[in-house]
């Protein structure tokens, strides 16, 4: 079974400063890729980013950046100098990269951190 | 880009009566999704669908919910009768290879 943890529930910051926001994940697979998700108040899921189980490397795309660590299974992501519009809900999710089992590639979706920026 | 459309965007509708969640997910994907969302919780995964049939379902999708592929484009969510714990946002999603790609979401309320 998958299981992803996002143990921050509310994290409230001031603009300009940085946020971290952690992902934990569980899985028995060897291949699977890793999502975070912006749910602003809209309601709608924005997708920012997907990194497969291959690849550690990690991501800086502007202010955003993720850190993928195999060896602690998380997958964290910061925001640099946070501005207003960040305030969001930020959902990190999982799912298997090969299709067997049945798996269909399903998403396991963490209960995501309500991130508020005040100015 | 190619998206994933989804109709209405909001719906009321009162308890015990059936609605239809409506989908055109991306044309040359294969694998066919509905989530739901209760009002300040996670997304939870429904049911997916690949080859016209559905490949894996939660236990939430019990025998209140059905989805269908009627014409090879649109991907429906129906809700026999609804109650109002039903009451969610519903989310669509097509995939292909783990390239997800989500709709923009069906607010319904059940009053």
């Known amino acids: 079974a998958q299981k992803v943890t996002q143990a921050q529930t509310e994290i409230s910051v001031v603009e300009k400063e940085d946020v971290t926001l952690d992902c934990v994940y569980e899985t028995r697979d060897t291949t699977y890729y890793l999502f975070w998700y912006k749910q602003p108040p809209s309601g709608e899921l924005v997708f920012l980013i997907r990194?497969?189980?291959?690849?550690?490397q990690n991501e800086i795309s502007g202010r955003y950046s993720w850190n993928f660590q195999k060896s602690t299974s998380s997958f964290n992501f910061t925001i640099t100098a946070s501005q207003v519009v960040d305030s969001a809900v930020y959902f990190c999710a999982l799912t298997n990269l090969v299709r067997s089992g049945g798996s269909n590639y399903k998403l396991t979706f963490g209960k995501g951190t309500l991130l508020t920026v005040n100015p | 880009e190619p998206e994933v459309t989804q109709t209405p965007s909001h719906q009321v509708t009162q308890m015990g009566q059936e609605v239809i969640l409506r989908c055109v997910p991306i044309?040359?994907?294969?694998?066919f999704y509905w989530y739901r969302q209760i009002l300040g919780q996670k997304v939870e995964f429904l049911v997916s669908?690949?080859?016209?049939?559905?490949?894996?379902k939660s236990e939430i999708f019990d025998d209140q919910f059905s989805v269908e592929r009627p014409d090879g484009s649109n991907f429906t969510l129906k809700i026999r009768s609804t109650k109002l714990e039903d009451s969610a946002m519903y989310f669509c999603?097509?995939?292909?290879?783990?390239?997800?790609?989500f709709g923009s979401g069906t607010r319904l309320t059940v009053v």
């Open positions: 044309s040359n994907h294969l694998y």
């Open positions: 990194r497969n189980s291959f690849d550690e």
């Open positions: 669908f690949y080859n016209n049939e559905i490949s894996e």
């Open positions: 999603a097509s995939s292909a290879r783990g390239g997800y790609t």
